[in-house]
Each structure stands twice: as C-alpha cells, then as structure tokens.
C-alpha cells in the first residue's frame, strides 16, 4: 500500500457527496453513505434511532466506601475472559503544565512508568492501547507539531508520528491537527479527530472537525463524518471510541456558539463504514470526553460537564455516567452536585472495573478506579504528585 496525502480543493468548496467532495476527503476510497449528513437533516433534528424517547439521567444514590463517594447506580455486565494489564494515562512533568508524558501505572497504583519522552513544552496525550498490548497510540502537540498521532511499543520504545497526512502547502491543511487516536479491536485501524481550515480569533474554532480512520503503518485513511461539511465553524468532533465488535464508534461532539444548538455537548455513534450516524445522549446531559464501551458491549461510560460560558472541562461538576448503546438507561455512577472534577473513565479489559481521573476543588487531576457498578473507589496516584489524566485500561503486563 502506499501513502494517501490530502490535496485538492479548499474546504469551503467540499460537499458531502464525492463528485463535490474530493478535496475534503483523503485520497483513496471514499466511505458511502453517511448518514443523516448536515445540509440533508439539520444537526438539531438528529435524534437517537431506538428508542425515541430522550432518556433521562436517573440516580438510585448507595454510599460508597471509598472516599470520592462515589454511588453505585448501575448493574455489573458480565465479564469475558480478559486479563486486566497497564492503565496508560497522560501525566504533566512541570507545573505550569506545558509538558506532559504518557505513564503506564499498574491497576494497584504501586509501579508507574514514564513510557514517552516528550521535549520540552510539548504534550503526549490521550493514549490509547493496542487490542494485544503491545503498542500504544497518543497524539502530541505542541513544539514543532501541530497535533498529530504518534504509536510506540508498550515498553516506550520506537516511537514514531502516524503520517502526517497532509503534503505541506496543499490548501486542505491549514491548520491540520490530527488527535485523539483510538485503537480498533483487531489492531488494523486507529480513529482519531481530524481539524483543518480557517481559525476564527473569537471563539476559536476551526472551520472543519471530523471523525477519521488510518491504518497504523499511516496508509488507507478515509474519512467517517461530515458533521461540520457544510456548516463551518459550527463544532469539534473528539475523542472516538470503538465497540468491542469493531463495527461502532462513539464519539463526543461539541457545538460551537453559531452551532445547533449553541455550545452543546453529546455523544455521537456512527457505524465504521460511516452510515448510521445518530445522536446518543441528550444535549442537556452535556456528555463529553472520551467514552469508552464495555467490553461486553452492553453499556458505554462517559462523562458529563456543567453549563458554562467557555463550554470546556475544568469547572467543578458533572460527573461519570453509564448508558446503553440505543440511548437507553442513563445512569449515573458518581454524585451530584459535587466540588469534584471529573474526567475520562475507562473499562478494564474484564469488565469488572472502571478507572477515572478526577480532581478536587483547586487540586490536580489524579487517578482513580472503581467497581463496574461504581462502588468502592481507590485512589492510585499520590494526590502531592504531578496532574494525571485521561486513563486508558489495556492489556499489556508490567515489563520483568
């Protein structure tokens, strides 16, 4: 196989359809139908396909005995065979946090290892294990790179960039970031969040965010959402996540001020060959982060942030939640209100245990897990120790 680069005509002369579209897609196949597609049904009328009903956050509280207090609200799925490994996690290595490495810290808390070695003022972030644990995926940003993804092996070693995709000076790529990258269960794909075009000084936002696919050697990359295509400036497409069967992902999508509705957060599920695209959870939930299935398939955990007027994680609130992949049975698993942070929440490869960041009022994110049901909660990192985030649940065992 060889390397597809983008190139061609600007995005604001892109459609959906391919004819018109080329110059917004990577070069090579073009993914068909993709489904409730903006300029065909508004963004505002997309809605979860079964049920109709928008389901409601329901909290049965049962104190928990660890010390975040966290409820238990939903049923444990049942466990497949799995052997729980390393959970990878972003960790800053300064105070002004400008820096920041992938960890890999055993599910007691007692071993945690430094994986990437990142320069100086630049961030790896948003790991994601390989299905056999032997490789991780993470995006770094910062210093000479925009944001692009990056895979090294499980013990740190042989890191290198997936791509970039872009060929420098084409017109598709101006301010090309590529983040958040997400392994396929049987190793040949890895998703992430593609953002190109004009950047609007006031509020921030880049013209165009979509949902993507690569293989891990960089080739055969096509493209699974149109979700700002015709409506620039109108959100960010982050953080997607795949069902254990390989053929969903989730993924968050945030609107932007002009978009509909206004500075919204909810979750999104598409099929991989991009049709099937439709709203999971309701926008007053305000559901955001990387979600993560179980790895059953019967329930996907996610988190939730407050209303605020810069729209952004950070703000005391919100909490972790469970729901089923039709948009039912919305549960919450930690309580509310609450002076903590919360952050992303990831099954572990059995399915019995969930591991989350959170941070106190004032205080830096650390690293947590709990039961599948959202009992007994354990603290792993040393709350005196650097902020750590965004956890990520594999299989790879401790190097001897």
């Known amino acids: 196989m060889t390397r597809t680069r983008l190139s061609g005509a600007t995005p604001a002369t892109a459609r959906t359809r391919p004819r018109a579209g080329a110059g917004l897609l990577l070069a090579?196949?073009?993914?068909?139908?993709?489904?409730?597609?903006p300029g065909e049904i508004p963004l505002s009328e997309i809605r979860a396909e079964s049920p109709t009903p928008t389901p409601t956050p329901t909290v049965e509280p049962v104190v928990a005995d660890g010390p975040a207090g966290v409820v238990a609200a939903a049923a444990t799925p049942t466990a497949p065979p799995a052997r729980n490994g390393l959970i990878a996690a972003r960790g800053f290595l300064d105070q002004d946090r400008r820096t920041s490495a992938i960890f890999a810290v055993t599910a007691d808390g007692k071993t945690r290892q430094q994986l990437t070695q990142p320069d100086d003022r630049t961030r790896d972030d948003r790991p994601s294990w390989s299905p056999d644990g032997t490789a991780l995926a993470f995006d770094r940003t910062g210093g000479d790179s925009p944001g692009r993804i990056w895979t090294t092996g499980a013990d740190g070693?042989?890191?290198?960039?997936?791509?970039?995709?872009?060929?420098?000076?084409?017109?598709d790529c101006l301010n090309e970031t590529e983040t958040g990258p997400a392994w396929s269960p049987d190793g040949k794909l890895i998703a992430f969040t593609r953002t190109w075009g004009q950047s609007d000084p006031t509020?921030?936002?880049?013209?165009?965010?979509?949902?993507?696919?690569?293989?891990?050697?960089?080739?055969?990359?096509?493209r699974l959402t149109f979700l700002t295509n015709d409506t620039p400036y109108s959100g960010a497409v982050t953080d997607?996540?795949?069902?254990?069967?390989?053929?969903?992902?989730?993924?968050?999508?945030?609107?932007?001020?002009?978009?509909?509705?206004?500075?919204?957060?909810?979750?999104?599920?598409?099929?991989?060959?991009?049709?099937?695209?439709?709203r999971l959870t309701p926008w007053e939930l305000r559901a955001g982060e990387r979600a993560n299935w179980s790895p059953d398939g019967s329930?996907?955990?996610?988190?939730?942030?407050?209303?605020?007027?810069?729209?952004?994680?950070?703000?005391?609130?919100g909490g972790i939640y469970t729901v089923h992949p039709d948009?039912?049975?919305?549960?919450?698993?930690?309580?509310?209100?609450?002076?903590?942070?919360?952050?992303?929440?990831?099954?572990?490869?059995?399915g019995t245990a969930i591991a989350f960041d959170q941070a106190?009022?004032?205080?830096?994110s650390e690293l947590w897990t709990m039961r599948a049901d959202?009992?007994?909660?354990?603290?792993?990192?040393?709350?005196?120790?650097?902020s750590e985030g965004r956890p990520n649940w594999g299989t790879a065992q401790p190097q001897s």
Do not use: M
């Open 157 to 171: 070693r042989n890191a290198h960039p997936v791509g970039p995709l872009c060929e420098a000076g084409a017109p």
């Open 374 to 386: 959202g009992s007994t909660a354990t603290r792993l990192t040393d709350p005196t120790g650097p």
């Open 28 to 37: 090579g196949v073009l993914l068909t139908g993709c489904g409730a597609q």
């Open 327 to 350: 948009g039912t049975a919305v549960e919450a698993l930690t309580p509310g209100p609450s002076e903590v942070t919360y952050g992303v929440a990831s099954y572990s490869p059995d």
């Open 240 to 278: 997607p996540a795949w069902s254990p069967d390989g053929k969903q992902l989730v993924f968050s999508y945030r609107t932007s001020a002009t978009g509909q509705p206004a500075n919204g957060r909810s979750l999104y599920v598409v099929n991989v060959d991009g049709t099937g695209l439709r």
């Open 360 to 364: 106190p009022a004032g205080g830096a």
């Open 203 to 222: 509020s921030e936002q880049t013209q165009y965010s979509d949902l993507y696919v690569i293989a891990p050697d960089g080739t055969s990359a096509q």
């Open 299 to 317: 329930r996907i955990v996610f988190t939730t942030y407050p209303a605020g007027p810069d729209n952004a994680p950070g703000a005391p609130g």
